[in-house]
Protein backbone atom coordinates (compact mmCIF):
# COMPACT_ATOMS: atom_id res chain seq x y z
CA UNK A 1 0.00 0.00 0.00
CA UNK A 2 1.14 3.44 -0.12
CA UNK A 3 1.99 5.71 2.71
CA UNK A 4 -0.48 8.82 2.07
CA UNK A 5 1.01 11.07 5.01
CA UNK A 6 2.19 10.69 8.44
CA UNK A 7 1.31 11.57 12.22
CA UNK A 8 3.45 11.46 15.31
CA UNK A 9 1.94 9.34 17.97
CA UNK A 10 4.01 9.00 21.31
CA UNK A 11 3.35 6.83 23.89
CA UNK A 12 0.63 7.68 25.77
CA UNK A 13 2.28 8.53 29.37
CA UNK A 14 -0.51 7.79 31.50
CA UNK A 15 -0.55 4.67 29.52
CA UNK A 16 2.98 3.86 29.63
CA UNK A 17 3.11 4.16 33.76
CA UNK A 18 0.63 1.94 34.04
CA UNK A 19 1.96 -0.50 31.50
CA UNK A 20 5.55 -0.51 32.53
CA UNK A 21 4.43 -1.39 35.98
CA UNK A 22 3.41 -4.97 34.57
CA UNK A 23 6.37 -6.17 32.91
CA UNK A 24 6.32 -8.88 35.01
CA UNK A 25 9.63 -9.43 37.27
CA UNK A 26 10.28 -11.08 40.41
CA UNK A 27 11.55 -9.48 43.00
CA UNK A 28 14.72 -11.70 42.44
CA UNK A 29 15.19 -10.88 38.89
CA UNK A 30 14.34 -7.01 39.17
CA UNK A 31 17.46 -6.51 41.71
CA UNK A 32 19.08 -8.66 39.15
CA UNK A 33 18.82 -6.41 36.57
CA UNK A 34 19.75 -3.71 38.96
CA UNK A 35 23.09 -5.61 39.54
CA UNK A 36 23.92 -5.78 35.96
CA UNK A 37 24.01 -2.42 36.11
CA UNK A 38 26.22 -2.43 39.05
CA UNK A 39 28.07 -4.89 37.47
CA UNK A 40 28.74 -3.16 34.31
CA UNK A 41 30.14 -0.40 36.22
CA UNK A 42 32.78 -2.24 37.49
CA UNK A 43 31.16 -2.40 40.86
CA UNK A 44 32.42 -4.86 43.62
CA UNK A 45 30.33 -4.35 46.35
CA UNK A 46 26.29 -4.40 45.82
CA UNK A 47 24.16 -3.86 49.14
CA UNK A 48 20.62 -4.29 49.15
CA UNK A 49 18.48 -3.13 51.93
CA UNK A 50 15.08 -3.72 53.18
CA UNK A 51 13.78 -0.57 55.13
CA UNK A 52 10.68 -1.21 57.35
CA UNK A 53 8.99 -0.14 59.90
CA UNK A 54 6.93 -2.48 62.47
CA UNK A 55 4.09 -2.89 59.89
CA UNK A 56 5.54 -2.62 56.74
CA UNK A 57 8.84 -2.38 54.09
CA UNK A 58 8.81 1.17 53.49
CA UNK A 59 11.52 1.47 51.41
CA UNK A 60 14.23 -0.57 49.07
CA UNK A 61 18.03 0.63 48.25
CA UNK A 62 19.86 -1.20 46.21
CA UNK A 63 23.53 0.67 46.32
CA UNK A 64 26.83 -0.48 44.64
CA UNK A 65 30.59 1.51 44.79
CA UNK A 66 30.84 1.49 40.90
CA UNK A 67 31.83 4.25 38.57
CA UNK A 68 28.65 6.07 39.21
CA UNK A 69 27.30 8.42 36.89
CA UNK A 70 27.71 12.40 36.55
CA UNK A 71 24.69 14.64 36.64
CA UNK A 72 24.15 14.19 32.70
CA UNK A 73 25.48 10.95 32.14
CA UNK A 74 22.45 10.24 35.23
CA UNK A 75 19.60 12.36 33.16
CA UNK A 76 20.16 10.15 30.35
CA UNK A 77 19.91 6.96 32.67
CA UNK A 78 16.82 8.14 33.72
CA UNK A 79 15.61 7.93 30.21
CA UNK A 80 13.22 5.32 29.12
CA UNK A 81 14.94 2.96 26.49
CA UNK A 82 17.99 5.39 26.54
CA UNK A 83 19.99 5.18 24.12
CA UNK A 84 23.75 4.18 25.64
CA UNK A 85 26.40 2.73 23.77
CA UNK A 86 27.33 -0.64 25.26
CA UNK A 87 30.56 -2.98 24.63
CA UNK A 88 30.02 -6.52 23.76
CA UNK A 89 30.92 -7.54 27.21
CA UNK A 90 28.28 -5.51 28.89
CA UNK A 91 25.32 -6.96 30.77
CA UNK A 92 22.79 -4.45 29.59
CA UNK A 93 21.50 -4.40 26.24
CA UNK A 94 17.74 -2.26 26.24
CA UNK A 95 18.37 0.78 27.89
CA UNK A 96 15.44 0.01 29.93
CA UNK A 97 16.24 -2.38 32.91
CA UNK A 98 17.00 0.09 35.68
CA UNK A 99 13.42 1.78 35.26
CA UNK A 100 11.45 -1.03 34.02
CA UNK A 101 12.68 -3.53 36.98
CA UNK A 102 12.07 -0.20 39.27
CA UNK A 103 8.57 0.33 37.96
CA UNK A 104 7.65 -3.19 38.67
CA UNK A 105 8.03 -3.15 42.35
CA UNK A 106 7.47 0.13 43.31
CA UNK A 107 6.05 3.55 42.41
CA UNK A 108 8.74 5.64 43.01
CA UNK A 109 12.42 5.33 42.02
CA UNK A 110 15.30 7.74 42.84
CA UNK A 111 18.30 7.68 41.92
CA UNK A 112 21.24 8.62 43.50
CA UNK A 113 24.77 8.90 41.82
CA UNK A 114 28.56 10.13 42.80
CA UNK A 115 31.31 10.52 40.70
CA UNK A 116 34.15 12.10 41.65
CA UNK A 117 32.67 12.78 44.47
CA UNK A 118 30.00 14.74 43.08
CA UNK A 119 26.58 13.74 43.79
CA UNK A 120 23.12 13.85 41.74
CA UNK A 121 19.75 12.61 42.04
CA UNK A 122 16.74 12.52 39.84
CA UNK A 123 13.16 11.03 40.93
CA UNK A 124 10.80 9.46 38.55
CA UNK A 125 7.11 9.07 39.98
CA UNK A 126 4.17 7.33 38.81
CA UNK A 127 2.31 10.72 38.71
CA UNK A 128 5.68 12.28 37.07
CA UNK A 129 5.26 10.14 33.83
CA UNK A 130 1.93 10.50 33.55
CA UNK A 131 2.83 14.90 33.47
CA UNK A 132 4.40 13.67 30.45
CA UNK A 133 7.48 12.67 31.24
CA UNK A 134 8.70 14.80 33.23
CA UNK A 135 11.68 13.35 35.44
CA UNK A 136 12.50 15.28 39.08
CA UNK A 137 15.97 16.76 39.61
CA UNK A 138 16.87 16.21 43.54
CA UNK A 139 18.44 18.27 46.06
CA UNK A 140 22.06 17.15 46.00
CA UNK A 141 22.91 17.80 49.68
CA UNK A 142 19.41 15.45 50.96
CA UNK A 143 20.71 13.22 48.33
CA UNK A 144 24.36 12.91 49.69
CA UNK A 145 22.57 11.77 53.10
CA UNK A 146 20.53 9.30 51.71
CA UNK A 147 23.65 7.99 49.43
CA UNK A 148 25.31 7.16 52.88
CA UNK A 149 22.95 6.22 54.62
CA UNK A 150 22.66 2.78 51.67
CA UNK A 151 25.78 1.60 52.65
CA UNK A 152 26.22 -0.47 56.01
CA UNK A 153 29.70 0.28 56.57
CA UNK A 154 30.12 4.35 56.86
CA UNK A 155 34.05 4.58 58.05
CA UNK A 156 35.16 5.94 54.67
CA UNK A 157 33.99 8.46 52.38
CA UNK A 158 32.70 7.06 49.19
CA UNK A 159 33.79 8.90 45.59
CA UNK A 160 31.52 6.79 43.63
CA UNK A 161 28.82 4.82 43.69
CA UNK A 162 25.11 4.63 42.92
CA UNK A 163 22.21 4.31 44.73
CA UNK A 164 18.83 3.32 43.63
CA UNK A 165 15.80 3.77 45.79
CA UNK A 166 12.35 1.88 45.43
CA UNK A 167 9.43 3.67 47.98
CA UNK A 168 5.82 3.29 47.49
CA UNK A 169 5.98 -0.29 47.50
CA UNK A 170 2.54 -1.29 47.43
CA UNK A 171 3.27 -4.73 45.36
CA UNK A 172 5.77 -5.78 48.33
CA UNK A 173 3.83 -6.45 50.72
CA UNK A 174 3.23 -8.45 54.08
CA UNK A 175 -0.36 -9.58 54.79
CA UNK A 176 -0.77 -8.33 58.06
CA UNK A 177 1.42 -9.47 61.23
CA UNK A 178 3.34 -11.47 58.66
CA UNK A 179 6.22 -9.26 57.98
CA UNK A 180 8.84 -11.23 59.60
CA UNK A 181 8.52 -14.20 58.02
CA UNK A 182 7.57 -12.68 54.64
CA UNK A 183 11.29 -10.89 54.63
CA UNK A 184 13.07 -13.77 56.41
CA UNK A 185 11.26 -15.71 53.42
CA UNK A 186 12.10 -12.98 50.86
CA UNK A 187 15.87 -13.05 52.25
CA UNK A 188 16.62 -16.75 51.83
CA UNK A 189 14.73 -17.18 48.35
CA UNK A 190 16.89 -13.91 47.22
CA UNK A 191 20.45 -15.35 48.83
CA UNK A 192 19.55 -18.56 46.27
CA UNK A 193 18.50 -16.57 43.41
CA UNK A 194 21.08 -14.48 43.13
CA UNK A 195 23.67 -16.70 44.30
CA UNK A 196 22.83 -18.57 41.07
CA UNK A 197 22.56 -15.97 38.46
CA UNK A 198 25.68 -14.06 39.64
CA UNK A 199 27.52 -17.20 41.14
CA UNK A 200 30.42 -17.31 38.69
CA UNK A 201 30.85 -13.08 39.10
CA UNK A 202 30.81 -13.65 42.88
CA UNK A 203 33.31 -16.78 42.68
CA UNK A 204 35.46 -15.42 40.37
CA UNK A 205 35.79 -11.53 40.58
CA UNK A 206 34.67 -11.25 43.67
CA UNK A 207 31.40 -9.68 43.57
CA UNK A 208 30.33 -9.14 47.28
CA UNK A 209 26.58 -8.92 47.31
CA UNK A 210 24.81 -7.93 50.86
CA UNK A 211 21.23 -8.57 51.86
CA UNK A 212 20.10 -6.91 55.03
CA UNK A 213 16.75 -5.99 56.73
CA UNK A 214 16.94 -2.84 58.80
CA UNK A 215 14.54 -1.41 61.03
CA UNK A 216 13.57 2.29 61.31
CA UNK A 217 13.98 1.87 65.30
CA UNK A 218 17.42 0.32 65.04
CA UNK A 219 20.85 1.03 63.62
CA UNK A 220 22.08 -2.33 63.76
CA UNK A 221 21.72 -4.79 60.92
CA UNK A 222 22.78 -7.62 60.16
CA UNK A 223 23.79 -8.44 56.78
CA UNK A 224 23.97 -12.19 54.89
CA UNK A 225 26.39 -12.45 52.38
CA UNK A 226 25.23 -13.89 49.12
CA UNK A 227 26.83 -17.42 48.35
CA UNK A 228 28.23 -18.22 44.57
CA UNK A 229 25.50 -21.23 44.03
CA UNK A 230 26.82 -23.18 40.99
CA UNK A 231 24.58 -25.70 39.62
CA UNK A 232 27.23 -27.60 38.12
CA UNK A 233 29.56 -28.07 41.51
CA UNK A 234 29.11 -31.63 41.77
CA UNK A 235 32.16 -33.46 43.25
CA UNK A 236 32.28 -36.08 41.21
CA UNK A 237 30.41 -36.33 37.52
CA UNK A 238 27.67 -39.01 37.54
CA UNK A 239 29.48 -40.93 34.47
CA UNK A 240 32.32 -41.17 33.11
CA UNK A 241 33.63 -39.13 29.92
CA UNK A 242 31.21 -36.10 31.27
CA UNK A 243 31.49 -33.00 31.36
CA UNK A 244 31.04 -33.45 27.68
CA UNK A 245 31.78 -30.57 24.83
CA UNK A 246 29.57 -30.13 22.25
CA UNK A 247 29.72 -27.90 19.34
CA UNK A 248 27.43 -26.14 17.51
CA UNK A 249 27.20 -23.45 14.35
CA UNK A 250 24.63 -20.94 15.42
CA UNK A 251 23.62 -18.76 12.27
CA UNK A 252 24.61 -14.63 12.68
CA UNK A 253 26.29 -15.78 15.88
CA UNK A 254 28.94 -18.16 14.63
CA UNK A 255 30.34 -21.67 17.07
CA UNK A 256 28.32 -21.97 20.35
CA UNK A 257 30.03 -24.50 22.91
CA UNK A 258 27.47 -26.64 25.03
CA UNK A 259 28.47 -28.20 28.19
CA UNK A 260 26.56 -31.26 28.88
CA UNK A 261 26.73 -32.68 32.32
CA UNK A 262 25.32 -35.54 34.80
CA UNK A 263 24.97 -34.95 38.18
CA UNK A 264 25.57 -38.45 39.96
CA UNK A 265 22.44 -39.69 41.59
CA UNK A 266 21.42 -39.02 44.68
CA UNK A 267 23.10 -35.74 45.16
CA UNK A 268 20.96 -33.13 47.79
CA UNK A 269 23.13 -30.42 47.99
CA UNK A 270 22.02 -26.61 47.55
CA UNK A 271 23.76 -27.00 44.13
CA UNK A 272 21.59 -29.72 43.14
CA UNK A 273 18.19 -28.83 44.83
CA UNK A 274 18.77 -24.77 44.10
CA UNK A 275 16.42 -24.07 46.96
CA UNK A 276 13.61 -26.66 46.33
CA UNK A 277 12.99 -29.97 47.51
CA UNK A 278 13.38 -31.70 44.38
CA UNK A 279 15.84 -31.29 41.14
CA UNK A 280 13.28 -32.53 38.62
CA UNK A 281 12.74 -29.02 37.48
CA UNK A 282 16.18 -27.88 37.04
CA UNK A 283 17.05 -30.34 34.11
CA UNK A 284 18.27 -28.20 30.88
CA UNK A 285 20.00 -25.55 29.36
CA UNK A 286 21.54 -23.47 31.48
CA UNK A 287 22.36 -19.89 28.89
CA UNK A 288 24.83 -17.51 30.47
CA UNK A 289 25.63 -14.62 28.77
CA UNK A 290 28.38 -12.72 29.60
CA UNK A 291 29.19 -14.97 32.79
CA UNK A 292 25.68 -14.09 33.83
CA UNK A 293 22.88 -16.71 34.30
CA UNK A 294 19.98 -16.02 32.23
CA UNK A 295 17.84 -19.32 32.25
CA UNK A 296 18.31 -21.71 34.57
CA UNK A 297 17.28 -25.26 33.34
CA UNK A 298 14.16 -25.50 30.84
CA UNK A 299 14.65 -27.13 27.38
CA UNK A 300 12.63 -24.80 25.33
CA UNK A 301 11.85 -26.47 22.16
CA UNK A 302 14.47 -28.46 22.17
CA UNK A 303 12.36 -31.11 24.29
CA UNK A 304 8.31 -31.07 24.72
CA UNK A 305 8.71 -31.99 28.17
CA UNK A 306 10.33 -29.63 30.55
CA UNK A 307 10.71 -31.53 33.65
CA UNK A 308 10.86 -35.07 32.61
CA UNK A 309 11.77 -37.27 35.75
CA UNK A 310 14.23 -39.34 33.97
CA UNK A 311 16.40 -36.64 33.33
CA UNK A 312 16.69 -34.59 36.81
CA UNK A 313 20.16 -35.49 36.47
CA UNK A 314 21.33 -33.54 33.19
CA UNK A 315 22.09 -30.15 33.04
CA UNK A 316 24.10 -28.58 29.99
CA UNK A 317 25.47 -24.80 30.19
CA UNK A 318 25.84 -22.86 27.13
CA UNK A 319 27.54 -19.80 27.18
CA UNK A 320 25.67 -17.82 24.34
CA UNK A 321 27.60 -14.68 22.44
CA UNK A 322 26.34 -11.59 23.19
CA UNK A 323 25.33 -10.99 19.82
CA UNK A 324 23.16 -13.13 17.93
CA UNK A 325 20.59 -14.28 20.35
CA UNK A 326 17.81 -12.13 21.86
CA UNK A 327 16.64 -12.48 25.83
CA UNK A 328 13.53 -11.27 27.20
CA UNK A 329 13.34 -7.78 28.85
CA UNK A 330 13.56 -9.45 32.23
CA UNK A 331 17.20 -11.21 30.83
CA UNK A 332 15.10 -14.59 32.89
CA UNK A 333 14.43 -15.94 29.79
CA UNK A 334 16.33 -16.90 26.10
CA UNK A 335 14.02 -16.18 23.53
CA UNK A 336 14.94 -19.53 21.30
CA UNK A 337 14.47 -19.25 17.53
CA UNK A 338 14.09 -21.59 15.51
CA UNK A 339 17.85 -21.34 14.27
CA UNK A 340 18.60 -21.83 18.13
CA UNK A 341 16.47 -25.04 18.05
CA UNK A 342 17.80 -26.48 15.24
CA UNK A 343 21.45 -25.17 15.99
CA UNK A 344 20.74 -27.64 19.32
CA UNK A 345 19.77 -30.47 17.46
CA UNK A 346 23.26 -30.13 15.25
CA UNK A 347 25.30 -30.26 18.37
CA UNK A 348 28.00 -32.85 18.52
CA UNK A 349 31.00 -34.26 20.35
CA UNK A 350 32.89 -36.55 18.69
CA UNK A 351 30.79 -39.07 16.98
CA UNK A 352 27.69 -38.53 20.21
CA UNK A 353 24.52 -36.20 19.67
CA UNK A 354 22.84 -33.99 22.44
CA UNK A 355 19.87 -37.09 22.00
CA UNK A 356 22.79 -39.88 23.03
CA UNK A 357 23.87 -37.52 25.96
CA UNK A 358 19.91 -37.65 26.83
CA UNK A 359 20.15 -41.51 26.89
CA UNK A 360 23.18 -41.56 29.26
CA UNK A 361 21.37 -38.83 31.89
CA UNK A 362 18.39 -41.40 31.38
CA UNK A 363 20.22 -44.33 32.06
CA UNK A 364 21.74 -42.83 35.00
CA UNK A 365 19.27 -42.18 36.77
CA UNK A 366 16.95 -45.44 35.71
CA UNK A 367 20.17 -47.29 37.21
CA UNK A 368 19.68 -45.33 40.84
CA UNK A 369 16.14 -45.58 40.68
CA UNK A 370 16.70 -50.09 40.39
CA UNK A 371 18.36 -49.09 44.14
CA UNK A 372 16.05 -48.12 45.92
CA UNK A 373 16.32 -45.00 48.42
CA UNK A 374 20.00 -44.97 47.12
CA UNK A 375 21.15 -42.28 49.52
CA UNK A 376 19.30 -43.85 52.99
CA UNK A 377 21.92 -45.06 54.14
CA UNK A 378 23.91 -41.68 53.15
CA UNK A 379 24.77 -39.93 56.47
CA UNK A 380 22.36 -37.26 57.54
CA UNK A 381 22.57 -33.53 57.97
CA UNK A 382 20.75 -30.69 58.51
CA UNK A 383 19.59 -28.88 55.91
CA UNK A 384 16.94 -26.24 54.85
CA UNK A 385 16.13 -24.04 58.07
CA UNK A 386 19.72 -24.14 59.38
CA UNK A 387 22.22 -21.46 59.18
CA UNK A 388 24.26 -22.32 55.87
CA UNK A 389 27.23 -22.16 57.68
CA UNK A 390 25.78 -24.67 60.03
CA UNK A 391 24.85 -27.06 57.05
CA UNK A 392 28.13 -26.73 55.16
CA UNK A 393 30.54 -27.16 58.23
CA UNK A 394 28.45 -30.40 59.20
CA UNK A 395 28.19 -31.66 55.56
CA UNK A 396 32.08 -31.82 55.73
CA UNK A 397 32.22 -33.09 59.15
CA UNK A 398 30.27 -36.21 58.30
CA UNK A 399 29.60 -37.09 54.36
CA UNK A 400 32.76 -37.54 53.53
CA UNK A 401 32.16 -38.69 49.97
CA UNK A 402 30.07 -35.62 49.43
CA UNK A 403 26.32 -37.27 49.27
CA UNK A 404 24.21 -37.03 52.47
CA UNK A 405 20.74 -36.85 53.02
CA UNK A 406 19.29 -33.59 54.21
CA UNK A 407 16.56 -33.00 56.99
CA UNK A 408 14.92 -29.44 56.52
CA UNK A 409 12.94 -27.92 59.08
CA UNK A 410 9.53 -26.13 59.08
CA UNK A 411 7.77 -24.14 61.32
CA UNK A 412 3.82 -25.54 60.77
CA UNK A 413 0.79 -26.32 62.16
CA UNK A 414 0.73 -28.99 64.84
CA UNK A 415 -1.83 -30.30 67.28
CA UNK A 416 -1.08 -28.35 70.74
CA UNK A 417 0.28 -31.62 72.34
CA UNK A 418 3.34 -31.58 69.65
CA UNK A 419 6.60 -29.38 69.73
CA UNK A 420 7.25 -31.00 67.26
CA UNK A 421 6.73 -34.27 64.02
CA UNK A 422 8.88 -36.28 62.04
CA UNK A 423 7.94 -36.26 57.97
CA UNK A 424 9.76 -39.07 56.83
CA UNK A 425 8.08 -38.91 53.34
CA UNK A 426 10.07 -35.44 52.67
CA UNK A 427 12.87 -35.84 55.40
CA UNK A 428 11.79 -33.17 57.58
CA UNK A 429 11.71 -32.16 61.19
CA UNK A 430 8.52 -29.84 61.37
CA UNK A 431 8.20 -27.85 64.51
CA UNK A 432 5.08 -26.55 65.96
CA UNK A 433 4.66 -22.97 64.63
CA UNK A 434 2.04 -22.64 67.76
CA UNK A 435 5.08 -21.84 69.56
CA UNK A 436 7.52 -20.31 67.48
CA UNK A 437 7.35 -17.05 69.38
CA UNK A 438 8.40 -19.09 73.36
CA UNK A 439 10.96 -20.65 71.59
CA UNK A 440 12.50 -17.68 70.03
CA UNK A 441 12.31 -15.57 72.77
CA UNK A 442 13.50 -12.11 71.87
CA UNK A 443 14.87 -12.91 68.51
CA UNK A 444 13.83 -12.49 65.04
CA UNK A 445 11.81 -15.12 63.02
CA UNK A 446 13.84 -16.36 59.81
CA UNK A 447 14.81 -19.03 57.56
CA UNK A 448 17.09 -19.95 59.74
CA UNK A 449 16.08 -19.42 63.56
CA UNK A 450 16.67 -21.51 66.24
CA UNK A 451 19.62 -23.02 65.15
CA UNK A 452 20.11 -24.37 68.81
CA UNK A 453 16.92 -26.17 69.01
CA UNK A 454 16.77 -27.48 65.93
CA UNK A 455 19.96 -28.94 65.32
CA UNK A 456 19.11 -30.81 68.75
CA UNK A 457 16.56 -31.93 67.61
CA UNK A 458 18.33 -33.08 64.69
CA UNK A 459 20.60 -34.87 66.08
CA UNK A 460 17.85 -36.85 68.90
CA UNK A 461 15.60 -37.78 65.71
CA UNK A 462 18.67 -37.81 62.70
CA UNK A 463 18.26 -42.46 63.07
CA UNK A 464 14.78 -42.34 62.43
CA UNK A 465 14.82 -41.02 58.47
CA UNK A 466 16.94 -44.29 57.76
CA UNK A 467 14.71 -46.99 59.83
CA UNK A 468 13.51 -48.77 57.35
CA UNK A 469 10.33 -49.37 59.71
CA UNK A 470 8.73 -47.12 62.23
CA UNK A 471 8.17 -49.42 65.29
CA UNK A 472 5.57 -48.59 67.99
CA UNK A 473 8.37 -48.12 70.14
CA UNK A 474 10.15 -45.96 68.78
CA UNK A 475 6.47 -43.79 68.50
CA UNK A 476 5.95 -43.81 72.09
CA UNK A 477 9.50 -42.72 72.65
CA UNK A 478 8.85 -39.68 70.40
CA UNK A 479 5.41 -39.03 72.04
CA UNK A 480 7.17 -39.09 75.13
CA UNK A 481 10.23 -36.34 74.14
CA UNK A 482 7.09 -34.22 72.58
CA UNK A 483 5.50 -34.05 76.52
CA UNK A 484 8.80 -33.70 77.77
CA UNK A 485 9.59 -30.71 75.62
CA UNK A 486 6.40 -29.32 76.04
CA UNK A 487 6.21 -28.82 80.01
CA UNK A 488 9.85 -27.15 79.00
CA UNK A 489 8.54 -24.84 76.60
CA UNK A 490 5.07 -23.74 78.85
CA UNK A 491 7.56 -22.27 80.70
CA UNK A 492 8.91 -19.87 78.34
N1 LIG B 1 24.46 1.38 39.08
C1 LIG B 1 24.85 2.11 38.03
N2 LIG B 1 26.08 2.65 37.97
C2 LIG B 1 26.47 3.39 36.90
N3 LIG B 1 25.70 3.62 35.83
C3 LIG B 1 24.45 3.11 35.83
C4 LIG B 1 23.97 2.34 36.93
N4 LIG B 1 22.69 1.97 36.66
C5 LIG B 1 22.41 2.46 35.45
N5 LIG B 1 23.45 3.13 34.94
C6 LIG B 1 23.51 3.81 33.63
O1 LIG B 1 22.19 3.96 33.19
C7 LIG B 1 21.99 3.36 31.93
C8 LIG B 1 20.57 2.86 31.83
O2 LIG B 1 20.38 1.72 32.66
P1 LIG B 1 19.26 0.67 32.30
O3 LIG B 1 19.40 -0.48 33.22
O4 LIG B 1 17.96 1.36 32.29
O5 LIG B 1 19.60 0.23 30.83
P2 LIG B 1 20.86 -0.60 30.30
O6 LIG B 1 21.62 -1.16 31.41
O7 LIG B 1 21.60 0.30 29.36
O8 LIG B 1 20.16 -1.74 29.43
P3 LIG B 1 19.16 -2.89 29.96
O9 LIG B 1 17.78 -2.41 29.69
O10 LIG B 1 19.51 -4.05 29.12
O11 LIG B 1 19.42 -3.08 31.41
C9 LIG B 1 23.05 2.29 31.86
O12 LIG B 1 23.40 2.00 30.52
C10 LIG B 1 24.21 2.96 32.59
O13 LIG B 1 24.91 3.82 31.72
MG1 LIG C 1 20.58 -2.34 32.85
Known sequence: MKTIGAFKA???????????SRIGYDLAEALADLIDNSIDAEASLVEITFFRNTERLTAVTIADDGRGMSASALKTAMQFATSVRHKPTDLGTFGLGMKSASFSQCHSLTVVSRQAGKVAACRWTDEAIKADWRC????????????????????????????????????????????????????????????????????????????????EQSDFALPHVVKPLDPFAYPAPGKAGYPKTFTTNLPGAGQIKLEGHIWPPGAASPEFLLGRRRATPHQGFYFYRNNRLIQAGGWNDFLKDTNDPELALARIAVDLPSEGTATN?????????????????????????????????????????RRPRANAAAPAVPGVGVPVQVRRNVRKLVAKKGVAREIDFAWESLPKGKVFDLDRVDDRIVLNKKYRHLILGHARASGADAPVVKTLLFLLLQDDFSRARFSAQRREWIRRCNAVLLEAVKTL
Open 329 to 369: VQKSAIQVSTALTQALSRARAGGSSLADYLEDARAMLRSQK
Open 136 to 215: ELLDPKEAEKAFAGAFSSKGETRKHGTVVVWDRLDRLGAAEGELDEFLAKTMSQLEIKLGLVFHRFIARSGLKILLRAKS
Open 10 to 20: PPDSAGSARAF
